[in-house]
């Protein structure tokens, strides 16, 4: 099984008459010109003869991030960025964009744009939810934050540029569940930050806020259906009361279904909450 060009087979001494039976017959199958597989291509087959067709051709968007093992899912089209000077034409599962190359890498043995460029070109190719979810899950990895910051200077008017900075300053790393995102993206849009799955003592809230002493907890589906999770969960909701905490609780349904509702009340509670321990904290006398 695998990928080769035809100058390869020939090498290893399958004639071209050979190579043309065996194509017929359906012993080999022909991905691109002059580029055959011994049996049925997979993507990443596919990713592999995009490559050998066009030797100076880098993987890139979605099909860079699928490398990379950012998005799970593969794309419709194999996508490779080559030189502008680049201009035969491609088949339908192949997107070809032509410019200048970027810096590139090596991944799973192919040539691949570099883990931060990935996003940029990314940003290039989705819009809204899409692109809010992909830097939400995709840019966890340590470090990797500032190397798409460094990018962006390095590559001022980019094409998806400005959506990468946007995105860069409201990203919501770190939540545990798609309705815990999608409330922590909501209060980013409005510019209202709390800090996602952090530790208090012994525990992990959702979203706290450590000025208000507000604890918001997202609960998924399991919650309701687990004793022993719904019993431990009280547990520690009655610890952190008592320990001047308040603990705001949404099913995940109320969370996707009602966002705007959650968002105003979570926004509303803290900010009364750090007014008033503001408040507090001022009529206390010096020492």
């Not at 400005?162 to 209060?187: H, I, P």
């Not at 930050?193 to 589906?221: C, H, K, S, T, W």
């Not at 009361?241 to 279904?257: D, F, I, P």
Request: a positive charge; proline letters at 4%; one cysteine or more.
């Amino acid at each position: 099984m695998g990928v080769h060009t035809a100058v390869d087979l020939m090498a290893r001494g399958t004639s071209r008459s050979t190579i043309t039976r065996r194509t017929a017959s359906g012993q080999l199958i022909r991905v691109l010109p002059g580029i055959y597989a011994t049996g049925k291509p997979d993507y990443l087959d596919l990713c592999t003869a995009v490559t050998l067709w066009k030797p100076d051709a880098v993987l890139s968007h979605l099909t860079a991030a699928w490398v990379w093992g950012l998005v799970e899912e593969e794309p419709l089209h194999v996508t490779a960025t080559v030189p502008p000077s680049t201009r035969h034409q491609a088949p339908d599962w192949v997107k070809i964009h032509r410019r200048r190359l970027p810096e590139s890498d090596r991944h799973r043995g192919l040539p691949v744009v570099t883990l931060a460029q990935v996003f940029v070109d990314v940003a290039a190719t989705l819009t809204g939810e899409e692109l809010e979810r992909f830097f939400d899950t995709a840019i966890a990895r340590p470090g990797l934050r500032r190397r798409i910051a460094t990018v962006c200077e390095s590559s001022r008017g980019m094409n998806g540029m400005k959506a990468v900075r946007r995105q860069l300053r409201l990203c919501c790393l770190g939540t545990r569940s798609e309705a815990e995102r999608v409330v922590a993206r909501a209060m980013s849009a409005r510019h209202f930050f709390m800090e996602i799955n952090a530790q208090v003592g012994p525990y992990f809230g959702d979203l706290v806020d450590f000025r208000a002493r507000v604890i918001v907890e997202i609960d998924g589906r399991e919650f309701h259906i687990s004793g022993q999770a719904f019993d431990n969960d009280r547990r520690r909701q009655n610890k952190m009361v008592l320990e001047g905490w308040l603990v705001l609780r949404y099913s995940a349904v109320q969370a996707m279904g009602d966002t705007r509702r959650v968002v105003d009340e979570i926004i509303e509670v803290v900010r009364l909450r750090r007014r008033s321990i503001d408040a507090v904290g001022r009529s206390l006398p010096r020492t």
